[in-house]
């Protein structure tokens, strides 16, 4: 948030152009495994949910459940790291373009709650139980009780970012 807040003051004075990039919730890797997440530690939903389908970890923490939601869990807007990593060169070939500076919301603008998915990770994993490459993996759900401090539901809202014809490649 200081930089961005550095940028806009900047911006303003007209000493550079820059493109702001905000986005929250990354998930996936890019077929090559060239981008995702490796942390060890890492708390991200769908990171440990695939570690609980393939028996990494014992079971998934779900962090509130009294959400003003659907099934009362928190909402989120993931994008894909691949999609994430063409905005950011997208972005660049814009500000080399156009020279104007611009702030964008990356995401698909819809959301998904925990239990969305975790439910489709137990379908996922009830497709492979038929294949039978894994045997009995179903998700152990606890709740802490712990609502997050971020608002529910946190849909950015992807301004301009799927509009822009001229980004199209």
Not at 34 to 42: E, Q
Not at 140 to 164: A, H, K, M, N, Q
């Amino acid at each position: 948030l200081k930089l961005e807040n550095f940028l806009l003051k900047n911006i303003k004075k007209n000493k550079i152009n820059c493109v702001i990039l905000r986005y929250f919730n990354v998930a996936g890797a890019d077929s090559k495994l060239r981008s995702g997440l490796i942390d060890k530690k890492s708390s991200h939903l769908i990171k440990v949910a695939c570690e609980v389908a393939t028996g990494k970890k014992k079971k998934l923490i779900v962090n509130g459940k009294n959400y003003n939601t659907k099934d009362g869990t928190a909402v989120r807007d993931f994008i894909h790291v691949v999609d994430l990593a063409n905005i950011h060169l997208l972005s660049l070939k814009y500000l080399i373009k156009t020279k104007k500076s611009e702030i964008f919301n990356c995401g698909y603008g819809k959301g998904y709650s925990v239990m969305q998915v975790v439910k489709n990770m137990n379908k996922i994993v009830d497709i492979i139980e038929l294949l039978c490459i894994f045997c009995n993996l179903k998700f152990c759900v606890d709740y802490d009780g712990v609502t997050s401090l971020y608002p529910c539901p946190l849909c950015e809202f992807p301004v301009c970012i799927f509009g822009r014809r001229e980004w199209i490649i």
